[in-house]
């Protein structure tokens, strides 16, 4: 089955660097295009960045643009999302998720994407 496994969430300062990891198994991680979302507490998921199937770069919600970057190796069937001068704000549980190739180059809906993972916290504190 399908399996999505991030990694690398934790506390850090404001002003600080992470770099989340999400390992894909039990798909064709090429064929898929991949997202990373965020959930805070008391609030809705939200599309924070994707990375098409089709190679290129990545495309951003304007809250991390500039300050996040996506990135996919797909021959170690990993998305990264590196994530610098990180605010308090941008505290939330991160969600991978996968997307099999179709018309939409970044998907940013929920409903756009066939499968997720568990997620992990990243905390930033002031």
């Known amino acids: 089955q399908v399996q999505l496994v991030e990694s690398g969430g934790r506390l850090v300062q404001a002003g600080g660097s992470l770099r989340l990891s999400c390992t894909a198994s039990?798909?064709?991680?090429?064929?898929?295009?991949m997202g990373w979302f965020r959930q805070a507490p008391g609030k809705e998921r939200e599309f924070v960045a994707a990375?098409?199937?089709?190679?290129?770069?990545?495309y951003y919600a304007d809250s991390v643009k500039g300050r996040f970057t996506i990135s996919r190796d797909n021959a170690k069937n990993t998305v990264y999302l590196q994530m610098n001068s990180l605010k308090p704000e941008d505290t939330a549980v991160y969600y991978c998720?996968?997307?099999?190739?179709?018309?939409?180059?970044?998907?940013?809906?929920?409903?756009?994407?066939?499968?997720w993972g568990q997620g992990t916290q990243v905390t930033v504190s002031s």
């Open positions: 998720a996968a997307k099999m190739f179709g018309s939409k180059r970044y998907p940013q809906e929920i409903y756009d994407y066939d499968y």
């Open positions: 039990g798909l064709t991680f090429s064929s898929y295009t």
């Open positions: 990375f098409s199937w089709t190679g290129g770069s990545g």
